[in-house]
């Protein structure tokens, strides 16, 4: 019969691989669709879908070099989410009957996956572009809501994972 401690362990790397397949799947359909994508982000950089004569205009970036690096940048940044996620999945995955002080050293790999993830999808997501380029004004290119959800989940997993694990059941 399997313990609670190692259903626990379970249920964290299960929360750690279904993100790190959420991220490597954003990263590919941004590599495979890639025009889809950059047009949100062309759009949001340009601010031509915000409020006519707002104040904020002046942020706009209008330079197409610019939308591309940003979007690779978001690209890359979703991919080293999923391989970081990835590793830590597996190493605890392979600590997963070891003692608790080893399987919560092991959880370096998930967290820092976990923290660039937030990073993009709360800073990247919301910060830069919700609240930096106005894209909380735009009806078409707004994907403040979509972020949240995603930041949400990612912070949710990453309390749960950062929760110390133990020996005794």
């Keep these: 019969m399997v313990g609670t401690m190692v259903l626990i362990r379970l249920a964290k790397v299960a929360m750690i691989a279904s993100l790190a397949a959420y991220a490597f799947i954003v990263a590919y359909d941004n590599?495979?669709?890639?025009?889809?994508?950059?047009?949100?982000?062309?759009?949001?950089?340009?601010?031509?879908?915000?409020?006519?004569?707002?104040?904020?205009?002046?942020?706009?970036?209008?330079?197409?070099?610019?939308?591309?690096?940003?979007?690779?940048?978001?690209?890359?940044?979703?991919?080293?989410?999923?391989?970081?996620?990835?590793?830590?999945?597996?190493?605890?995955?392979?600590?997963?009957?070891?003692?608790?002080?080893a399987f919560n050293r092991s959880k370096v790999w998930a967290v820092a996956g976990l923290t660039v993830g937030f990073g993009l999808w709360f800073f990247g997501f919301m910060v830069i572009a919700g609240e930096y380029f106005a894209m909380w004004q735009s009806k078409v290119w707004n994907g403040q809501d979509a972020a949240f959800r995603i930041a949400t989940v990612i912070l949710g997993v990453l309390i749960f994972v950062s929760l110390p694990d133990s020996d005794r059941e």
């Design 31 to 101: 590599i495979i669709d890639y025009q889809s994508n950059y047009e949100f982000v062309r759009h949001v950089l340009s601010m031509d879908t915000t409020f006519p004569g707002n104040a904020l205009m002046h942020r706009a970036i209008t330079n197409e070099s610019v939308w591309r690096i940003a979007y690779a940048w978001i690209i890359a940044t979703e991919g080293s989410t999923a391989l970081l996620l990835v590793v830590g999945a597996l190493v605890l995955l392979g600590r997963l009957g070891a003692p608790a002080a």
